[in-house]
């Protein structure tokens, strides 16, 4: 390995600094700024928010996170005296501030009922972001890098560019943030970077045991017994590489789970050898059925939600479908087949 690329393992490119020295220009001693990111807000989003409220608190600047709906409480461990986490303030979180940054979405839409208010604010409203902007970005300056693993690489690289300290409370939130968007260091934006910068928290502090136990070793019994529950819809094709899961609409209240709970289900299927789409519905109940498309290769579960006026990513989208658990499964299935069929 050349020195060049060590060297880029860690630190910023002189684009994405360039970036952070224009952003923090705006930025002042003394002011209070509102930190958000999307609804039902994950490891990266709660791990970015943590980490830039202590790193900008370093240089005098005061942050309220202020998110759509409420902080999870398996991340509550990210948490400490010195953030001030008021979600459940609402809108009313947003006045009295001098600028607003969000974290993790570059659509507006994203921040549920927070939305209105922001397309109103007359503060300066920035973004951190590693998504394709959506169709009603947020704000106009932006430290966004789409090849970015994760947002908290971007806030990691704002510490690293700006001198700041990384303590080991901000490594662990960082650290939090790359390792759920990687999906443990597994998914493909798991870049060379990403390792650099997991190497560089862990020198500044993080356990990786005690991450693994505070994020992943966390089940309850009732998820567990769901699960049990679930396998018993297990289906797969294996001709075309499709697997799949249903969980019926009673789930939640028989098993005593959150829907936070259900995430991970279609992991499952997904995980089935051969597997090229893996499909969960969960029935909402009222004739209403959501269904998680996720793919492993090159089939692209974005272009196939869309015919139900869905969307997402390219390997993981989502819909929502009107009818009977069993109807929207033979549909969808239906559907699956063949458009797996046309792209085999
Ligand atoms: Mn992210």
């Known amino acids: 390995m050349n020195g060049a690329v060590a060297e880029g393992l860690l630190s910023a ?11 923090f220009a705006a930025l002042r001693p003394g002011m209070t700024v509102a930190l958000s990111t999307h609804i039902n807000a994950d490891g990266d989003g709660c791990g970015s928010e943590a980490a830039l409220a202590r790193l900008l608190a370093q240089r005098g600047i005061h942050c309220r996170i202020v998110n759509p709906t409420p902080w999870p409480a398996m991340f509550n461990f990210l948490l400490d005296d010195d953030i001030e986490e008021r979600s459940a303030l609402g809108v009313a979180g947003l006045e009295d501030i001098d600028a607003l940054i969000v974290l993790d979405i570059n659509d507006v839409r994203r921040l549920g009922h927070l939305a209105d208010r922001v397309r109103t604010l007359t503060v300066p409203i920035s973004v951190i972001d590693h998504h394709v902007a959506g169709d009603e970005p947020v704000g106009t300056l932006a430290v966004a890098d789409t090849r970015a693993c994760a947002t908290g690489e971007l806030v990691y690289d704002i510490a690293i560019t700006l001198g700041l300290d990384i303590t080991p409370a901000i490594a662990q939130a960082l650290y939090a943030a790359v390792l759920t968007d990687t999906g443990s260091f597994r998914f493909s934006n798991t870049s060379p970077r990403a390792h650099g910068m997991a190497a560089m928290l862990l020198t500044a502090g993080v356990n990786p045991e005690e991450m693994y136990r505070r994020i992943y070793a966390q089940v309850s019994v009732g998820r567990l017994q769901l699960l049990r529950d679930a396998l018993g819809s297990l289906g797969s094709d294996p001709a075309l590489g499709l697997s799949w899961i249903s969980v019926d609409a009673g789930v939640m209240d028989r098993f005593d789970v959150t829907s936070e709970e259900l995430d991970g289900i279609v992991e499952h299927p997904r995980s089935i050898v051969g597997t ?23 089939v692209d579960v974005q272009q196939f939600a869309r015919r139900y006026g869905g969307g997402g990513h390219a390997k993981a989208s989502g819909a929502m479908l009107t009818g009977s658990l069993e109807e929207v499964r033979e549909q969808v299935l239906t559907d699956a087949r063949a458009y797996l069929g046309g792209a085999a």
Do not use: C, N, P, Y
Request: proline share 0%; hydrophobic share 40%; charged share 25%.
């Open 13 to 23: 490119s002189e684009a994405r600094q360039a970036a952070i020295r224009t952003w």
């Open 276 to 298: 090229r789409m893996a499909l969960f519905f969960r029935d909402l109940g009222h004739g209403k059925v959501k269904v998680s498309f996720r793919s492993t290769g090159g």
